[in-house]
């Protein structure tokens, strides 16, 4: 058994999601979201981000993480800032030693729902499904367990083929 967390990188809210995988079974843990303060300066927000990150892994203990890539934006101060919650998200579980794997929308939505068009809607309706007990109050929550949900069908296949070559 292995406890994965999914995030969905944001500024204003990252997602978070915690699963434990056994094989093929995938059972949900906890999830929400880290939403900052806007009135804050950036760097402000990034360390709030940054803080309940390290909350976050303290209190699940994950033992790898998984982050999606985000899109890029059509305005370019508002991909910058994504950009850089994006590196604090991808920083904080890699300073705490764990393996942190990356993940195009399309292969998430692939993973999860088998098309790598699927809308968001889907998306939450799969992650239901896949991990009942799964509260969803946000859809960037929504999104990081995809992620996670993402990496442990990756991670198991994975295994199998380093099984397959030994």
Do not use: F
Request: proline content about 4%; hydrophobic content about 45%; aromatic content about 2%.
């Amino acid at each position: 058994m292995v406890r994965l967390l999914g995030l969905d990188p944001g500024l204003q809210h990252t997602g978070w999601g915690v699963v434990e995988s056994s094989g093929n079974r995938l059972r949900h843990v906890a999830d929400g979201v880290i939403s900052t303060t806007t009135d804050l300066s950036l760097a402000e927000r990034l360390c709030q981000i940054h803080r309940a990150l390290n909350a976050l892994l303290d209190l699940w203990r994950p033992q790898e993480a998984a982050v999606e890539h985000t899109y890029v934006n059509k305005n370019p101060g508002a991909a910058l800032k994504l950009g850089q919650a994006r590196g604090v998200v991808l920083l904080a579980p890699a300073l705490a030693g764990l393996p942190v794997a990356e993940y195009q929308a399309m292969e998430v939505k692939r993973a999860v729902v088998g098309t790598g068009h699927a809308d968001k809607e889907q998306v939450a309706e799969m992650v239901r499904r896949l991990l009942p007990g799964a509260t969803l109050r946000r859809a960037d929550a929504s999104d990081a367990l995809a992620v996670a949900i993402c990496h442990a069908h990756h991670r198991s296949t994975n295994l199998v083929l380093a099984r397959a070559r030994a």
